[in-house]
């Protein structure tokens, strides 16, 4: 095929690049160009390089040259014919280099994309999240983002960016209705393209501190969420910038999306979090403190340590008066974590309704049993109560198990006593049957209620021994005396030693003291010394 048979252009330069040649494909591209002209003045700057010399490489060896010309992409292959001219082939590459482009705009924006997902979902703090995806949009897609949240009452919580300055947060009412297709984006309404927004039109509180306005381009999107919007996004452009293509409004509806999804997961882990957080305080054992002259104190420890609460609890119900018994509940739900949680928060709250019949232990515990065998759980519970009143001097207590270890109780002189009290299990037969001891604490003596986990905490030299109930009572032996929250301090540090890292079932203890004559206590959060006389 002849040099003017070619379907492509050709041009034939001499030694000096003067143009010696070219076909009519050549002519209807360069229609500027004729013999004799110089190439390097009147062709495209890139298809003029320093003409080869003796002993340079071979011309045809050499990477082709590339530009455009009105528009279309061409490769400019050179070769040396046999007078020494230099041939030039000029073939057209447009669809070849658009589809490279296409492909590496699609990797960018690929890449884009995953930074942008892993970077949003780093963080599950609602401000966090909006403050990067605001960043990353100035960064990545336009010169200013500003991220709009749904309404907080009057108020939008706004997140401004732009490339180069600072992310800035702030609440503040504003006139959604001045920017074309904010309203229809904050309800999730598909966006508006860019070439309907009257750049001029932009109300002045969209535009972050710092812009280099004018505004030459906008887009405002959707940011999609789960189930409801998550708000919208504001990108802008100055007038010195390049409008938006119709390629950047689809990646920008694509980087929306997943910046919506992340705050969307964001919000709901945060108020997930909060009902987490107001349920937990129902479900956490409470503080203890003096009540009516008398010492109590509390300790729980749930079987895994990321754990706050599992199946033992305990409460303490104070009387209206000194006059009246405090009632003492420690159980253990069959079972451990948050399903075992549950029903300890059903028991608490039954118990709550059953205070007025205090009085009765064995009643009570019959109306409990009864409740937790028409509910729909499968799990049974052991109770130990113990009714508390001071009453001249003394310290009474009546005492009732269901099915649970029996209380202890540590004297004066160091001895430890185990009460007699026994009955069954509630939530596992038709009715309970239950003991009532009554005893005595006499100044300085101790009561301490507990679940199987402190004496079934298996640990020692082996590994593999129980606390067991001697090694608990002589622990209390050398509590004689001691204040309830140092008995309750040292049971829980002894058992944990013994279990060293092993695993272990919930524990509970709560000790109840009677105070000794002149020391110094607290009665509703104001020091009071106990006399010994009159039961405070």
Known sequence: MTRAEAPYPVLVTDREGGLVYLNEAARLLLPDVATGDPLDRKAPS?????????GDEAP???RPMTGSVDGRFFEAHHTVDDDGHLVWWLIDCTDRHLAETALRDARTRSEVLSEVSSALLSTLNVPRCMEVAASMAAEHLAEAAVLIAPPQGRRHPLTYAHRGGAVTQEQRKVDVSGVPGLGEALQGFPPVPARWIDPNSIPAWVIPDGFAGP?????????PGHGVPAGALILLRSSTERAFTEGEEVFARLFAARAGAALSAARLYTEQTAITATLMRDLLPPAL???HGVEYAGSYRASKDHEQVGGDFYDVHPGADPSQETLVVLGDVAGKGLDAAVLTGKIRNTLQALLPLAEDHERILNLLNGALLSSHHTRFATLVLASVRRRAGRTELRLTSAGHPPPLIVRTDGTVEEVPTKGTLV???PAVRAQTVETVLAPGETCLLYTDGVIEARGGPLGDDFFGERRLERALSDCAGMPAEAVV???QMLATQWLGGGRHDDMAVVAVSAPRPGSLTAVNGHPHRIDGRRGR
């Open 46 to 54: 890139w298809l003029t390089p320093p003409l080869p010399g003796a």
């Open 60 to 62: 045809g060896a050499a």
């Open 215 to 223: 505004v030459g381009s906008v887009i405002v999107t959707p940011l």
């Open 289 to 291: 403190h003096h009540v």
């Open 427 to 429: 939530g596992a037969l």
């Open 489 to 491: 301090e040292r049971v």
